[in-house]
């Protein structure tokens, strides 16, 4: 079963911007708060941005720089992310805020490798 599917990730240098999106399996979106997360090698994964009822949250290292944003027409999330940094390189995954266990494990997608470098 896959809920989420990350796309839109690649190689950028520093400065540099890139859209992900993440195409959600039926009323996910619309039904819980849901987040960007990343996972950089050699560390855990780390909740970046989360959507709210009445608005969005961002960890400090990204505020200001990355927007998430979603169409629930097209069951799709979306991170925009300017003025990208080496520390940004990690793989980035979208889930629910928890993330959705089923049969009592975390349901992650493939996610989707971003690196920033010159």
């Known amino acids: 079963q896959v809920l989420f599917v990350e796309s839109g990730g690649g190689l950028v240098q520093p400065g540099g911007s890139l859209r992900l999106s993440c195409s959600a399996s039926?009323?996910?979106?619309?039904?819980?708060?849901m987040g960007w997360y990343r996972q950089a090698p050699g560390t855990e994964r780390e909740l970046v941005a989360r959507?709210?009822?009445?608005?969005?949250w961002y960890t400090e290292a990204v505020k200001g720089r990355f927007t998430l944003s979603r169409d629930l027409a097209k069951n799709t999330l979306y991170l925009q992310m300017d003025s990208l940094k080496p520390e940004d390189t990690a793989i980035y995954y979208c889930?629910?805020?928890?993330?959705?266990?089923?049969?009592?494990?975390?349901?992650w997608g493939q996610g989707t490798q971003v690196t920033v470098s010159s």
């Open positions: 959507r709210f009822i009445d608005g969005t």
């Open positions: 039926g009323r996910i979106l619309g039904n819980n708060v």
């Open positions: 889930n629910t805020v928890p993330p959705t266990r089923i049969m009592g494990r975390e349901h």
